[in-house]
Antibody, heavy 126, light 111 residues
């Protein structure tokens, strides 16, 4: 079955760039009809969507983070990646990648994430 | 401050029926469908309800979702100890070119 796995440094210094990769197995990032997304969860807090990408490269981002977030896809490696610039302690979180199913029916957007990766903790500290 | 509003906590005893509310606005729940996720302690969130009231394969029918106007609810009947988890609602928001919004989460305790 489809599985996603996040990878990347667990520690990033303030003001530097956080970079994570999500490797997809049991399926293809080039599958039509699916976006691929990043969601994070600060320790003890709720979920925060960062952004999503389609295999064609079409992206959309959380408006509050748009200036700092870049998501890219590498179909040859079956991976998609996240870059978050100018990080601070507030960016310390567990970062999850997930497949996003999105469609429109009668004008209503139907959108959900499934499955999710296990998550990776990224700590921002000097 | 989350765009969707959930109570921070809920509780019930085994066998009881409980509901968790999720309040939004016309740009999200009022226009688009609602999704619910279950996050067991120390694990990644798992899809629980999609399209307002649809259950993925493998989710017990004790879990049900409903929506009216700009509010949604998750109901759990026949509460079990293994249902103790955090529950999040989510929806697409049409404002600002469109984006995903989550509720702040509700921690369910089974007494």
């Amino acid at each position: 079955q489809l599985q996603l796995q996040e990878s990347g440094p667990g520690l990033v210094k303030p003001s530097e760039t956080l970079s994570l990769t999500c490797t997809v197995s049991g399926g293809s990032v080039s599958s039509s009809g699916y976006y691929w997304g990043w969601i994070r969860q600060p320790p003890g807090k709720g979920l925060d969507w960062l952004g999503s990408i389609y295999y064609s490269g079409n992206t959309y981002y959380n408006p509050s983070l748009k200036r700092r977030v870049t998501i890219s896809v590498d179909t040859s490696k079956n991976q998609f990646s996240l870059k978050l610039t100018s990080v601070t302690a507030a960016d310390t979180a567990v970062y999850y990648c997930a497949r996003q199913d999105q469609s429109i029916l009668a004008g209503a957007v139907r959108d959900w994430f499934d499955p999710w990766g296990q998550g990776t903790l990224v700590t921002v500290s000097s | 401050q989350s765009v969707l509003t959930q109570p921070p906590s809920a509780s019930g005893t085994p066998g009881q029926r409980i509901t968790i509310s999720c309040s939004g606005s016309t740009s999200n729940i009022g226009s688009n469908t609602v999704t619910w996720y279950q996050q067991l302690p120390g694990t990644a969130p798992k899809l629980l309800i999609y399209n307002d009231n649809q259950r993925p394969s493998g989710v017990p029918d004790r879990f049900s979702g409903s929506k009216s106007g700009t509010a949604a609810s998750l109901a759990i009947s026949g509460l079990q100890s293994e249902d103790e988890a955090d529950y999040y609602c989510a929806s697409w928001d049409d404002s600002l070119d469109g984006h995903v919004v989550f509720g702040g989460g509700t921690k369910l305790t089974v007494l």
